[in-house]
């Protein structure tokens, strides 16, 4: 029996999480530089680099990324192709804007401490809704275990690389689980 001072509980809907334009242009403009082909497929998918909207639904960020993996790395197999993508992502981020204000710190915190940052740099890409577990394995390297349904393992863990390097370390990074839920990467420096 319900208590009648207790109002009942209606599930809320499941808010999509939107990426903002930076990130896009990230990725599409400075890190692929793309080509007639390329803009104009990201276009039918929503995205218009000459016209940005402030931040697009994660569908459509989906959508051009594996759209970018097929027309920019279509020789390359999945795991390389979205590896790339994602250092592409990385190296593109650090020169908009919002990037620059993360990228400046990167080779003054060394590499534990911008691991220990992934929950805000995905936040400062759209993504303040994952979950992220870090668990130390020693002195150099985390297990990071990460909730995501909407990006590839291999796309954050080619993101992850490049903000390492720019900490000055030598990272290795392996996809050690994935499910519909999310991934686990071992991160080593």
């Known amino acids: 029996m319900e208590s009648p001072s ?29 080509n007639s082909q390329l803009a104009r497929a990201l276009e039918a998918e929503g995205y218009d680099p000459r016209c940005p909207e402030v931040d697009y639904p994660v569908q459509v960020w989906k959508r051009c990324v594996a759209l970018a993996r097929d027309l920019v790395c279509g020789e390359l197999g999945d795991a390389d192709a979205y590896r790339l993508l994602g250092r592409k992502l990385t190296m593109g981020f650090a020169e908009t804007l919002v990037g620059r204000v993360a ?63 720019r900490a000055h370390a030598q990272p290795l990074i392996t996809v050690e689980d994935r499910s519909h839920q999310g991934f686990r990467l071992l991160v080593r420096w």
């Open 6 to 34: 207790l109002p009942a509980r209606t599930p809320s809907p499941v808010v999509q999480p939107r990426i903002p334009s930076s990130v896009f242009e990230g990725l599409f403009v400075r890190g692929l530089e793309p």
């Open 103 to 165: 990228a400046v710190a990167l080779p003054m915190i060394g590499a534990a401490r911008v691991v220990e940052r992934l929950p805000r740099y995905l936040a400062m890409m759209g993504r303040p809704d994952l979950e992220v577990q870090l668990v130390s394995v020693g002195e150099r390297a985390r297990r990071v275990s990460i909730m995501d349904v909407h990006n590839r393992p291999e796309l954050i863990a080619g993101a992850l690389e490049v903000a390492l390097e």
